[in-house]
């Protein structure tokens, strides 16, 4: 059940809109691949910075794993999932930048 829950809930904000430009709006969900996973992520503006969520599953798996920051201007986090022996990761970087919530593919390094 609660499977079904978490894959609906990964439909409905992949559905919910995409921003343009690597731009993410409040409440608007932008997907992310990191190659065996993908999800979704979204931001809220609360007192303390901005309220990121990002939902992750496997498609093998399909057990969701959520991670949250709160980000003041500036500041970013990086989710990357591993591959073989010698290769960069695959790596996607949510960054605040003043009043911007930002998701790019980041740039591997070896």
């Known amino acids: 059940m609660t499977r079904y829950f978490a ?7 992949t559905f919910g809109g995409h921003a ?7 409440m608007a969900a932008r997907s992310i691949d990191l190659g065996t996973m993908s999800g979704v ?8 910075g901005f309220h990121v969520v990002a ?17 003041a201007s500036g500041q970013a986090i990086k989710l990357s999932t591993p591959r073989e022996v010698g290769m960069p990761p695959i790596m996607v970087e949510i960054s605040r930048v003043a009043d911007q919530v930002v998701i790019e593919q980041a740039a591997a390094i070896n």
Do not use: I
């Open 55 to 71: 939902t992750l599953a496997a498609a093998e798996s399909g057990a969701p794993v959520r991670f949250e920051a709160v980000l």
């Open 20 to 26: 343009t430009a690597g731009e993410l709006k409040p």
């Open 41 to 48: 992520a979204y931001y809220t503006v609360e007192p303390a």
């Open 7 to 13: 894959m609906a809930a990964l439909v409905a904000f």
